[in-house]
């Protein structure tokens, strides 16, 4: 049973939560985890100056995804921060290049679920997360979310993201804040329960 993990990240708070979804995978028997990023499309000279060159460097390693990637996939996993209340542009671009992957239907039955990162706390994470969802009903996945027996989304005592549709961080406007425990915690979860779930379907 293979997951894929398909991010983007600019600051690297979407990439430190994709690592603690993969976390949660490999906790599944039987479950084989693979991190993917998709392609950058902001000039270099662009990421030079908002410090995005130096905070991408961190995860160069993760290998570069093309949509032939997804077929082979038992259950995705996106992560995409948010732009606007929306997935960020890369992770657009990247989806609209899977029109044949949908003439095919490659991606029908497959698990589909979805992380973020905003700046603020109430900056569009439940809408970007939605908003994800529509492509993924259009391509025929079974969508899953963070169900509410992941107790730590009833968090009060501290500010945390976390949501019903998925995990989410908040990045702080200046990027200064990493993913809290409670925060990867979810994200653990999130990635544990999708596995569960595509192992079930796998197995049906
Ligand atoms: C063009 C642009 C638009 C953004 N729009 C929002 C927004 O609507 N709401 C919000 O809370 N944060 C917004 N942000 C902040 C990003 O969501 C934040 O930098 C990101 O979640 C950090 O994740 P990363 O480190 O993985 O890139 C925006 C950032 C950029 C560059």
Redesign the pocket.
């Known amino acids: 049973m293979k997951v894929k993990i398909v991010?983007?990240?600019?600051?690297?708070?979407?990439?430190?939560?994709a690592e603690a979804v993969a976390e949660g995978v490999r906790e599944v028997e039987g479950a084989e985890v693979e991190l993917l990023q998709v392609p950058e499309l902001v000039p270099d000279d662009v990421l030079e100056k908002s410090g995005?060159k130096k905070?991408r460097a961190v995860f160069a390693h993760i290998p570069v995804a093309t949509p032939d990637d997804l077929a082979d996939a038992d259950a995705i996993i996106f992560?995409a921060?948010?732009?606007?209340?929306?997935m960020?542009g890369q992770m657009r671009n990247f989806l609209d290049q899977t029109g044949g992957l949908w003439a095919q239907n490659a991606l029908v039955g497959k698990v589909g679920s979805v992380f973020?990162?905003?700046?603020?706390?109430?900056?569009?994470?439940e809408t970007t997360i939605v908003s994800f969802h529509t492509t993924l009903l259009h391509h025929g996945m079974v969508i899953v979310g963070l169900p509410y027996t992941e107790t730590r989304q009833f968090t009060l005592d501290e500010v945390s993201g976390g949501s019903p549709y998925g995990a989410t961080?908040?990045?702080a406007?200046d990027?200064s804040r990493m993913p809290s425990d409670n925060e990867l915690g979810m994200a653990r979860f999130q990635g544990r329960h999708v596995a569960a779930i595509a192992t079930k379907l796998a197995g049906a």
Do not use: D, L
């Not at 973020?116 to 994470?125: I, K, L, N």
């Open positions: 991010f983007y990240s600019m600051y690297g708070h979407v990439y430190r939560m995005a905070t992560g921060p948010t732009r606007f209340g929306n960020c973020t990162s905003t700046g603020t706390q109430h900056g569009g994470q961080t908040i990045a406007p990027g």
